[in-house]
């Protein structure tokens, strides 16, 4: 059947449009690759690519943060505010169960579609993909991810903003990198730089930023590192000050009460406020995972989980008048915490920790970052509004208590002390508050690690069977085995045999430790090279009578399913350069020392970068 005369001239415009676009496609592709060749091929210096790059990344992370907050918005718009102009504003607030719920399911359809089932792309897995996928940031989670949190932020759910802006900053760092193909190494501080961006923009906060991106994201304060980060979180700074106006992120108490009035508030109130951030910080880490693993249980489908979880929270926003959630993006009001009395600050303070557990176990997405500064707000507030209204004479001022719970609650929930200390200063910029907030910070930090080693963001990781000991060195080295890089041909000494005899054997040999064992295998100890001069010397007329058992010192041991990591803090323990290897009962089956852990290390270094190299 042919086509009718009228339809032919258009249809051929339209193969030659097509044709005229994928050429045009493949002529881009063949001027920027040339572009990225000829790039790469001048040798400019490390340090002005990376400051180069973070200017960029700064500015696009800041206007990337704009249009988050700006989505978030008009979600709010679509589902409470247009409604408003059909329906009375209260009949709206009534509905907010069914909008949340709603909002919810439309959040899990989002990852489960356009961000095809990826439960990542989160905070976490930022830090995963830096230290063990070259800073590979995937496009589509993570558009999904960013536009999920979007619509569960703006229908009234408990979500932080700062985790999408991360993923989305990362993404930007990323996508940069792999552009212009550059090395793993340098794709991890684009990343980093990117990430210190995007919370730099979100709290107006370039100190926290640049220090969040070293101690969350990269795990590094190195100086290939600092600069770059450093230059990315001052020019998302300029950038969203110029959008949104040179303030703190929250409302705060007026500048004059940022301090204290007692020295006993430094010694005993601040210290007593740290160990009750780091009680509340436990339980919010308890209450995460252990939603989570009940809903995993769940028979339910998703979609009815989901909605559940979204009726529930917007129940219990309904029943606080919507504190716990605030509107849109702003959803923390640190004056307004001071007019409320203990015992609500406390109810709000378990209900924030109830509303976000559900909210990120049942469907909807964001971070958990600003969640905790609201925890800390609450909670701070309500051992300050306790000790004002036992001591009415003190001239104790809440909000003060409520601001330093910022910053602890941030330590001990999310790990990361330094960036909770510089938040809240620099929400403050005040000199004043450093010296209780640093206090409380690290009480805090310590009570709640001692209480659950796990973080809201390790334990994440930890449950998905992986673990980052903040560096990429030192998570190389936790992923590597001694049994796969002890030495099982060392020599060793008999525990009777006498030193003369073995002393001339030692000194032919590379080897500076030797193991001591018994005739039944046993371990008895550790003979170090150096100590024979000594033993020479002082041992005289007795030397024949001394036996190796006699010399030996004692020793750190590993297994072979120890890690490489565990071996070097071993060794650390002593200051040796080696360690014996046994197994679970002691016996001994060989020697591990520094040289062998380089030797791997270095084999599998070269071998990821070879394999990246491939994959790029």
Request: with cysteine; glycine share 10%; net charge neutral.
């Amino acid at each position: 059947m042919t086509e009718p005369a009228s339809d032919a001239p258009k249809s051929s415009v339209a193969r030659r449009a097509r044709k005229f676009l994928r050429r045009s496609v493949v002529v881009a592709k063949i001027v920027w690759d040339e572009f990225v060749k000829w790039f790469n091929a001048r040798e400019f210096s490390e340090n002005w690519v990376l400051l180069g790059f973070a200017v960029a990344i700064g500015i696009a992370a800041a206007l990337g943060v704009v249009a988050f907050y700006k989505s978030i918005d008009l979600a709010f718009d679509v589902f409470y505010k247009w409604p408003s102009q059909y329906i009375p504003p209260v009949t709206v607030n009534a509905y907010r169960p069914v909008i949340t719920g709603l909002g919810f399911v439309a959040a899990y359809w989002i990852m489960q579609h356009l961000g095809q089932g990826n439960e990542g792309m989160n905070v976490p897995d930022v830090q995963l993909a830096v230290v063990k996928r070259g800073g590979y940031i995937p496009s589509r989670p993570a558009l999904a991810r960013t536009a999920a949190s979007a619509v569960t932020i703006g229908s009234g759910g408990s979500a932080g903003s700062e985790g999408p802006v991360v993923v989305l900053g990362a993404l930007i760092g990323s996508w940069l990198g792999r552009r212009f193909r550059f090395e793993a190494s340098r794709v991890r501080v684009l990343v980093g730089c990117a990430t210190g961006a995007a919370i730099s923009a979100a709290f107006n906060a370039p100190l926290a930023g640049a220090f969040f991106a070293l101690e969350e994201t990269l795990g590094t304060m190195s100086g290939i590192s600092f600069a770059p980060v450093v230059v990315a979180s001052v020019m998302s700074a300029v950038v969203t000050r110029a959008v949104f106006g040179n303030h703190p992120a929250f409302a705060l108490p007026p500048r004059e009460a940022f301090g204290y009035s007692h020295v006993s508030e430094v010694l005993v109130f601040f210290p007593l406020l740290g160990v009750v951030a780091g009680l509340v910080a436990a339980l919010f880490v308890w209450a995460y995972f252990g939603l989570g693993e009940r809903v995993a249980k769940l028979k339910y489908r998703p979609e009815v989980i989901a909605l559940g979880g979204g009726a529930l929270v917007g129940l219990l926003v309904f029943a606080s008048n919507g504190i716990l959630v605030g509107f849109g993006h702003l959803a923390i009001n640190v004056t307004s915490f001071t007019t409320y009395t203990w015992y609500a600050l406390g109810a709000l303070a378990l209900g924030k920790i109830a509303v976000t557990v559900l909210t990120l176990n049942t469907g909807g997405s964001g971070g958990l970052f600003t969640p905790s500064l609201y925890l800390g707000a609450a909670t701070g507030g309500a051992v300050g509004s306790a000790l004002a209204a036992a001591w009415p004479s003190g001239a104790i001022n809440p909000g003060v208590y409520g601001l330093v719970g910022m910053g602890a609650m941030v330590a001990a929930a999310t790990d990361a002390p330094i960036t909770g200390i510089l938040l809240a200063f620099e929400m403050t910029n005040d000199y004043a508050i450093m010296l209780p907030l640093m206090l409380t910070v690290v009480i805090a930090h310590t009570v709640a690690r001692r209480l659950e080693p796990d973080s809201l963001y390790s334990g994440w990781l930890r449950r998905r069977g992986e673990s980052l000991a903040h560096g990429a060195d030192r998570d190389t080295l936790a992923g590597l085995r001694v049994a796969d890089a002890f030495d099982r041909e060392a020599l060793t000494l008999d525990e009777d045999a006498p030193v003369h005899h073995f002393m001339r054997e030692i000194g032919r040999r590379d080897q500076l430790y030797f193991p001591v064992v018994s005739e039944e295998g046993q371990l008895v100890g550790v003979v170090a090279f150096s100590d024979m001069g000594e033993v020479a010397a002082d041992s005289g007329n007795l030397a024949e009578l001394i036996v190796a058992a006699d010399v030996a010192r004692p020793t750190e041991t590993v297994t072979p399913q120890d890690s490489l990591l565990d071996a070097i803090r071993k060794m650390g323990v002593r200051g040796a350069g080696a360690v014996p290897v046994v197994d679970p009962d002691g016996r001994y089956l060989g020697l591990i020392t520094r040289s062998h852990v380089l030797s791997l290390y270095e084999r599998t270094v070269t071998k990821s970068k070879l394999e990246q190299h491939h994959a790029a």
